[in-house]
């Protein structure tokens, strides 16, 4: 069956970085649409970005463009998201989403916390 489980998430200083990984199986990796999205705490999840198939092309929400870059490895079947300059307000648990001709499904997140 389909599985997405997300690593890489932890606590972090204010300007630091985190990578974080999502490992997939279950399905054809190389033919889904990969996307970050992240929940803060009280708020509603919201679309951090994602990157395309064969890893050409990518899209991002405004308030990460410039500090976050997703990447795939389709022979891994994993997706990244590296994230540079982080600042509190990125403090949420990150899930990663494939959609693809079989539907949309979520992974079950990991926890990052931005804080000094």
């Known amino acids: 069956q389909v599985q997405l489980v997300e690593s890489g998430g932890g606590l972090v200083q204010p300007g630091g970085s985190l990578r974080l990984s999502c490992s997939a199986s279950?399905?054809?990796?190389?033919?889904?649409?990969m996307s970050w999205y992240r929940q803060g705490p009280g708020t509603e999840r919201e679309w951090v970005g994602h990157?395309?198939?064969?890893?050409?092309?990518?899209k991002y929400a405004d308030s990460v463009k410039g500090r976050f870059t997703i990447s795939r490895d389709n022979a891994k079947s994993a997706v990244y998201l590296q994230m540079n300059n982080l600042q509190p307000d990125d403090t949420a648990v990150y899930f990663c989403?494939?959609?693809?001709?079989?539907?949309?499904?979520w992974g079950r997140g990991t926890q990052v916390t931005v804080s000094s």
């Open positions: 279950g399905f054809i990796f190389s033919g889904a649409l």
């Open positions: 989403k494939k959609t693809d001709s079989g539907g949309i499904y």
């Open positions: 990157i395309y198939p064969n890893g050409a092309s990518s």
